[in-house]
């Protein structure tokens, strides 16, 4: 999408008649800008888009946009159509910006703002938020999806590390993923890393491909993620897994020990192995090739619910 940090653009320059115009606050956060370019990416898929950044931390270009609506002045930017916030430094500006300039808002998370300010929000359903009409339950984050044609007996094992949610142990991670090699030796594996994996881990690893995160271009995972058959994700990982789902990779998960007893990640682990979405390693190391994902990525539905309930007459 066309922006700078001064001012916000269109996602096309030749922007044309009939397009649904979006305003995407975003925080720099890319966890968070990452699900709103995914719902944005369902919507396209839809209807034609025009796509306009707010970053909420450049307030200058924010406030002239509500100080020239308020005046009817001629603004920067058309009048939003819906309006898209994830992360909480996001809700505030865009309820306000959605009172003075119109357009429905979307939020990609639980908020902490009472639930009927918002027309709709996508909250992952481990959160448990109370039942509400403008609620509607997602199955983990919403992410951009991209599926290539899958290159047979390829796959990625996929390592986060410690996290406030499951028990992490260098040898055991190691172990498992010295196993899911060992079960599958037709498969060429790629081991990667990512920021909160511990460096020592590497000492614990199997002779394999290993990628370290940092030495990787910004969009490997995703077009890794479009190729691949396989892919096993620790369980602390519920971004990478998600993805991975999203890309119809057949998904396994590296069973870790939950901290807790109420653990809500491991919750949405469970649904998805009792619904056959994914395997656990506590099952077995070796995916079956001929059991599909049959998972609908979620961009793609929620895309069509913001259509069918906020846009379409």
């Known amino acids: 999408m066309a922006h700078d940090r001064e001012t ?14 979006i305003w995407r606050f975003v925080d720099g956060k890319p966890g968070h800008e990452k699900q709103s370019a995914g719902l944005i990416q369902g919507i396209e898929s839809i209807r034609p888009v025009e796509v306009h950044e707010i970053d909420v931390r450049l307030k200058s270009f924010y406030w002239r946009q509500i100080r020239r609506f308020l005046l009817r ?18 809700h505030l500006p865009l309820l306000l910006a959605r009172l003075v300039c119109g357009g429905r ?32 339950p997602t199955r983990g984050v919403i992410c951009p999806t991209k599926v290539d044609d899958k290159e047979t007996d390829t796959g990625l094992i996929l390592l986060g590390g410690p996290s406030p949610h499951f028990e992490w142990s260098n040898p055991d991670v190691g172990d498992q993923v010295e196993a ?36 990787l271009p910004a969009d ?21 897994l998600y993805e991975s789902l999203s890309a119809q990779a057949r998904v396994g998960i590296i069973a870790l020990e939950p901290k807790r007893r109420r653990n809500k990640q491991a919750r949405a682990i469970a649904e998805l192995v ?40």
């Not at 916000?8 to 115009?21: C, I, L, N, P, Q």
């Not at 002045?73 to 909480?88: C, I, K, R, S, T």
């Not at 709709?120 to 403008?134: E, G, T, Y």
């Not at 490997?220 to 990478?240: G, I, P, Q, R």
């Open 8 to 21: 916000a653009g269109s996602k096309e320059d030749d922007v044309g008649v009939g397009r649904t115009v």
């Open 73 to 90: 002045d001629a603004p920067d930017l058309p009048p939003p159509d819906v309006l898209f916030g994830v992360g909480h430094r996001t």
């Open 105 to 136: 808002s979307v939020v990609l998370m639980k908020p902490t703002l009472p639930l009927g300010l918002f027309d709709l929000l996508f909250v992952p359903q481990h959160d448990r938020v109370r039942r509400n009409a403008n609620v509607v």
């Open 180 to 215: 899911i090699i060992r079960e599958s030796p037709q498969v060429v594996w790629q081991v990667c890393d990512s920021r909160r994996t511990p460096q020592d881990l590497r000492d614990y690893l199997p002779t394999a491909a290993v990628r370290h995160w940092r030495s």
């Open 220 to 240: 490997f995972l995703e077009n890794a993620l479009a190729k691949v058959e396989y892919v096993w994700v620790s369980a602390d990982s519920a971004s990478m």
């Open 274 to 313: 009792g619904s056959g979405h994914v395997s656990s390693s506590a099952n077995g190391f070796r995916l079956d090739r001929s059991a599909g994902p049959g998972f609908i990525p979620e961009n793609l539905r929620c895309a069509q619910i913001v259509v069918e309930r906020l846009l379409d007459p």
